[in-house]
């Protein structure tokens, strides 16, 4: 499977357009499984499983305001899924920049971890 965004080793990062606190932004990621599907894969597993985790309770309001549609998900050979970051900040936003992650594992004949980063704007605080 592979993650198409930025990344640097094994952390993506997702950004934000700047939002106002109470609008919601949208973003997408990219989750394709690249492998084919041959008569000589017994044996083999040939679709791809992915899986956000959700935010942590330290996130506070954070965890009410970030979306992950789907949360997870199987990916056919040779396919991809479109996976869709909403984002409101809340009102109790105090800082002009928020970033926080998740970790999302991708399931094969391995499993992979990406660290998942987002990072929002927020002006006219």
Do not use: H
């Amino acid at each position: 499977a592979v993650v198409s965004t930025q990344s640097t080793g094994d952390d993506a990062w997702v950004f934000f357009p700047p939002t106002v606190v109470g609008e919601t932004t949208t973003k997408t990621l990219t989750i394709g499984n690249c492998r084919t599907i041959k008569g000589d894969n017994k044996g083999t597993k040939t679709t791809g499983d992915f899986m956000f985790e959700p935010l942590k309770a330290d996130y506070g309001p954070l965890m009410k305001a970030f979306v992950v549609n789907p949360p997870k998900g199987t990916v056919e050979p040779g396919s991809a899924v479109k996976i869709m970051f909403q984002f409101t900040p809340p009102k109790e936003t105090t800082a002009e920049l928020i970033q926080f992650s998740t970790l999302l594992s991708l399931k094969g004949d391995m499993i992979e971890y990406y660290r998942v980063r987002f990072v929002v704007q927020i002006p006219n605080l």
